[in-house]
């Protein structure tokens, strides 16, 4: 059997994708609460800066993977977008989406999708943009997604991902750290009387492979154009790449 990691903790591969799903299953109704508390609102920021990259055209067909708050398919719409599918593993943030979609009157805009990235419903050359944000460090296989990114993308399409990545000052790596393992996880318990969620989350990012590597897999996906930026001194960073 071959394991993977949880957080800190090893597991089996075949437990993961549930132990993940349990994971926002608890989270999803204070989701966007405990991004602004974790974050300082900060989050609000780095996903205005990633939806800035993108230029949308006419008739373009997006997909949001992992997205099922809304968060990014809100900012594709406000940007221009005539509609975007908005895909999740977890049903319990798509209906958080849904009903904040609804609350905004803007549902008619969004294709909603319960389905793993691993293994997406979709047929190939499918879309224009595909964008993942904050989600693509809890799947089990991190190159499959890629490769199915790869797939659903029409050529000239454009993968976009947003992901916590590894801080480049060794001094605010440690304030960081700091905060991360002393905070977090009690935010986590006062807001969403979780803490054991929230004590992954902080763990999984320290398992999410660096900038520099996570940009040779999506090479090795068969993406051209290949390239990143840090925002936050590497708190997050912004990866994109096109099928050619």
Not at 130 to 155: C, M, S, W
Request: proline share 2%.
């Amino acid at each position: 059997m071959t394991n993977t990691h949880f957080g800190f903790q090893t597991v089996p591969e075949t437990e993961k994708s549930s132990l993940v799903r349990g994971v926002f299953n608890n989270v999803a109704a204070k989701y966007d609460i405990m991004n602004d508390a974790m974050s300082l609102g900060t989050h609000r920021w780095w996903k205005h800066e990633f939806v800035e990259k993108i230029n949308i055209t006419q008739g373009m067909k997006c997909l949001d993977v992992a997205g099922g708050t809304g968060d990014i398919a809100f900012r594709l719409l406000k940007k221009g977008a005539d509609s975007v599918t908005i895909c999740d593993i977890n049903q319990a943030m798509l209906n958080e989406g849904h009903a904040r979609a609804d609350d905004n009157n803007i549902i008619k805009s969004f294709n909603w999708l319960c389905a793993d990235a691993e293994s997406l419903p979709i047929e190939d050359n499918s879309y224009n943009l595909y964008t993942i944000a904050f989600g693509i460090r809890n799947v089990t296989h991190i190159d499959k997604v890629l490769q199915e990114a790869h797939r659903v993308l029409r050529p000239g399409g454009r993968f976009l991902c947003l992901e916590f990545s590894q801080v480049t000052n060794d001094l605010f790596a440690k304030a960081y750290d700091a905060f991360s393992f002393n905070v977090i996880p009690k935010l986590g318990q006062l807001i969403a009387n979780d803490r054991d969620s929230y004590q992954y989350l902080v763990e999984s990012i320290r398992k999410f492979p660096s900038q520099e590597k996570f940009a040779n897999m999506i090479k090795d996906a068969g993406f051209a154009q290949v390239s990143y930026n840090n925002l936050s001194c590497g708190i997050v960073a912004i990866h994109s790449g096109y099928k050619v």
